[in-house]
């Protein structure tokens, strides 16, 4: 069963909580609207619909509180593995849609940090207290819950992770895990993201590939199903594999450089090469690097975050957005709160269409034209001079 559902804003940055600055600092922070903490943030539109508090003696958990809330409180658990951008959109997108659905919830948001031990504690924490719903957020926190939670007393939904057919997590997409786990995926099914691929440039001879070696999900979901089925269709694929996120920048430089020259000896104008981003942070977030390095490849994304107003941009992105991933999501975890749902029973949630959103600055500067049924079908545009002329909430 694929899901489809569209978002209303996206998110960027926020308010969070003082425990790592302390007090006077993260006061005048949220006085300036500018979020002050190192791992917490969220949209300062919708800020002001919450409460946000320290939880004392740690400053890896908060609690998030709605401030109009009327009836009985519903108390939600949420994993987080690691500080990041992209839970960030997706927990404000979450926030978003408790509110629009007049849920009175109360939020715990634990950053376990990649520990075994402290993901048991939030295990523990979790069972012991008055929850009702576990968030995971991130591929990292529910392959941790599905191997150390499977079968626990509280429903688990996913939220920003990937592929949990290709992990191996469940057999198959339009069925239910019969456990407490619901699944949604940030991936397109590697077929369809290939017909786009294909569609945008039906000559295409080069793809390279770009991950972090270092994320497992990415390389296991996107980079290896995709190289698999890219050499299936007879085209020529270059992995380029990130091996040290702290070194992207440095990495990026020479690997995508390497990546062009071998792109030359079958494409020499590089006119039937693209770049292909996977949904590794390490890496999208050196799209500048990337682009310098490109010459007049065009570099596309599968993250429609990727895709952005200015020349710091991919060119085109076909993907799921991790706001559109946060928002099916929240309405699975809204529908097993309410009782319309059974988690076990829900099939894993694909947002389709996918989000497309291109750069016409990017193309100008590189000679490329885009197909028209690409800008017909797209979700936001940048025009020529890098400003957004259709802007999608996602």
């Not at 523990?124 to 499977?150: H, K, R, V």
């Not at 057919?165 to 590697?190: I, K």
């Not at 490109?294 to 020349?311: I, Y």
């Not at 694909?350 to 590189?366: C, H, Y």
Request: with cysteine; proline share 4%; hydrophobic share 45%.
């Amino acid at each position: 069963m694929i899901t489809s559902i569209r978002s209303l804003r996206r998110g960027a940055i926020a308010v969070a909580m003082a425990a790592l600055f302390g007090a006077a600092v993260g006061q005048q922070a949220a006085a300036d609207g500018a979020g002050y903490s190192t791992w917490f943030l969220i949209d300062p539109d919708i800020a002001e619909q919450w409460e946000l508090s320290e939880v004392q003696g740690d400053p890896r958990q908060v609690h998030v509180t709605r401030v109009d809330g009327e009836g009985p409180v519903r108390h939600i658990f949420v994993l987080y593995p690691k500080a990041s951008s992209a839970y960030d959109t997706a927990m404000s997108k979450i926030l978003t849609v408790l509110h629009e659905r007049n849920i009175n919830a109360q939020l715990t948001v634990y950053n376990f940090q990649s520990d075994a031990d402290r993901g048991e504690l939030a295990i523990q924490l979790a069972d012991e207290g008055d929850y009702e719903l576990i968030f995971s957020m991130g591929s990292q926190s529910t392959a941790f819950l599905w191997e150390n939670y499977n079968g626990g007393e509280l429903p688990v939904v996913s939220v920003c992770s990937k592929d949990p057919v290709m992990l191996g997590q469940v057999a198959r997409y339009d069925q239910g895990t019969g456990t407490n786990f619901a699944f949604t995926s940030l991936n397109m099914p590697v077929e369809v993201q290939l017909a786009y691929l294909t569609d945008f440039m039906p000559d295409l001879k080069n793809i390279a590939i770009l991950v972090d070696s270092t994320n497992v999900s990415a390389v296991e979901t996107q980079a290896q199903p995709m190289a698999a089925l890219a050499r299936e269709r007879a085209l020529n694929v270059i992995m380029v594999s990130l091996q040290d996120p702290s070194e992207a920048q440095r990495e990026l430089q020479d690997l995508v450089a390497t990546a062009v020259a071998n792109m030359r000896r079958a494409d020499p104008l590089l006119e039937r090469s693209v770049f292909w981003i996977t949904g590794s942070t390490s890496v999208f977030n050196e799209i500048a690097t990337i682009n310098a390095f490109a010459d007049r490849v065009p570099v596309l994304s599968v993250v429609p975050e990727n895709v952005m107003g200015g020349h710091n941009s991919a060119l085109m992105s076909i993907g799921i957005s991790f706001e559109s991933n946060a928002h099916l999501a929240a309405v699975y975890g809204v529908n097993v709160l309410e009782g319309t749902a059974v988690v076990g029973d829900l099939p894993v949630g694909i947002v389709s269409p996918p989000d497309i959103a291109i750069n016409f600055l990017r193309a100008r500067e590189i000679g490329l034209e885009i197909p028209f049924n690409f800008i017909e079908i797209s979700s936001s545009i940048y025009g020529y001079d890098g400003q957004a002329v259709r802007q999608s909430d996602f």
